[in-house]
């Protein structure tokens, strides 16, 4: 469960607020003023510690729910603005269209691919392909991976398929992302940015049916990642 221990507001007036900024791209003013409209007067900094500090653990609790992904696996970057300067955000989806992982990352390197490959087999296990651009980087970074497997005496390593035609279904997905960061006109620091961006994944992995097969209200659902 997750504290909200020390908050000066109730639970469910601050989930409403933070789910409402990462599913629809609002600026934290005209949050603010979304707010005030139905009757909770909060101003715009208060609503930024908010998705910062509850955001990541949200995330989390909907990694943990989220139904099994296909081991088929499309993998690519996007670029997300930090303090003027581009950032990457590693992200991968199934087959199907379902998030796999992502991971906000100040570089675009072997090593950066790298650590992310290993935390999304950490949290989904091991693919059996993965289709990705003709990154180099990211190449490697995967190739690392199999090393790993060759070391550890597995026979089946995963498949590597560089075909970009094929990765449509990643490079349409990161459109989702944008569209709602695209108002939030960049972040001012790295912290905020990644607490922020796993709220914005998590909203979308709930617009895509992954952490529930009930009928329930996309923001009642966030809200259920919190109990």
Known sequence: ??????????????LYAVFFYVRYGVSYRDLEEIMEERGVTVDHATLNRWVIRYSPDIALKAHSKKRKTSSSWRMDETYIKVKGQWVYLYRAVDKQGDTIDFMLSEYRDEEAATTF????????GFPDKVVMDKSGANYAGLANINLLLVLAGFATLIDICQVKYLNNIIEQDHRFIKKITKPMMGFKNFHSARATISGIETAHMIRKGQL?????PAYKQFMALAA
């Open 212 to 216: 529930s097969e009930e009928n329930m």
């Open 117 to 124: 490959f290993k935390q999304a087999i950490n949290q989904n």
């Open 1 to 14: 469960m997750i504290s909200f221990k020390g908050a000066h507001y109730p639970k469910d007036v601050i």
